[in-house]
Structures are given as structure tokens and as C-alpha cells.
């Protein structure tokens, strides 16, 4: 999955689904230890639920 952007029509039109992820750790804006940046991107967490089919 590409990264998109915080403020981009997919994360408003799927903000319930978009928050859900992130307050369940399967995406992050965090690049590095201190830093945020204005895309969301999969963590490691978030793959692993992928990949074992967790999702519906």
C-alpha cells in the first residue's frame, strides 16, 4: 500500500477507518524517532495484520 497524505479526499472520506488504524498502531505519520511527517505509512504491526488476513 502507498502512503497518503494526512489531509489528502481518501483520508476524509475514510477518516472513521483512517483513525481506527492509527489508534490501533497499523499506520503512523512518524518517520523517525522525533519526527512526523504528512503521510500515512503502514508499521510493522500493520503488515502483520495484513499479511495473516486479519482484515475484512
Do not use: C, N
Request: glycine residues 8%; charged residues 20%.
Amino acid at each position: 500500500m502507498r502512503p497518503f497524505t494526512v489531509q489528502s479526499d481518501y483520508a476524509r472520506v475514510h477518516a472513521l477507518g483512517v483513525a481506527l488504524a492509527a489508534s490501533l498502531g497499523y499506520i503512523t505519520t512518524l518517520q523517525t524517532k522525533d519526527t512526523y511527517g504528512k503521510r500515512w505509512m503502514v508499521t510493522k504491526k500493520g503488515s502483520e495484520f495484513i499479511y495473516r488476513g486479519w482484515y475484512v
